[in-house]
């Protein structure tokens, strides 16, 4: 049986499909983000950029005020359009993890993992012939503010 997350982003793939079968008209937008907490910093399992030992970049977290959340400067968001797409990048990203022989395990994982999937709705009586929030989101990504909550940031140490 699968895991939680193969099951929660076949769910939403799912309830989408379920809309567009109703030949309701709307536009859906998902993308997914994948960072790891590693020794008290975060790094995009994503991302193209890579430090010096080619690990994943270390990216700075911080705090949106007017929102009162916290969030990943640069995080990579990548659009997809289906569950298999959701499952190949995080292998990808698992290629990224930080990991190291245990006594128990060859390649222990020694981070915690995060993976975020990001849907967005239109529906049609918000398009506009002018770009939209969303048709701009599909071709850059690198405005994206991941927030994480609060919890999860101060149980890793990062605040």
């Not at 960072?35 to 970049?57: F, P, R, S």
């Not at 929102?67 to 990808?92: G, P």
């Amino acid at each position: 049986m699968p895991g939680i997350i193969p099951r929660s982003v076949k769910h939403i793939f799912d309830k989408i499909d379920e809309i567009q079968e109703q030949h309701i008209e709307q536009e859906f937008l998902v993308c997914v983000s994948y960072l790891e907490i590693y020794n008290e910093m975060v790094h995009d399992l994503l991302g193209n950029e890579v430090d010096h030992q080619g690990k994943a970049l270390t990216l700075p977290v911080k705090e949106d005020a007017e929102n009162h959340a916290f969030f990943v400067k640069d995080l990579t968001e990548r659009v997809v359009s289906s569950s298999k797409e959701v499952t190949d990048l995080i292998n990808e990203g698992n290629g990224r993890r930080s990991v190291s022989a245990t006594n128990m395990n060859a390649a222990s994982s020694r981070s915690h993992a995060i993976v975020c999937c990001h849907v967005e709705r239109q529906y049609p009586k918000e398009k506009v012939k002018a770009p939209t929030k969303m048709m701009r989101r599909q071709t850059v990504r690198e405005d994206s503010k991941l927030q994480t909550p609060k919890m999860i940031l101060r149980l890793s140490g990062i605040i």
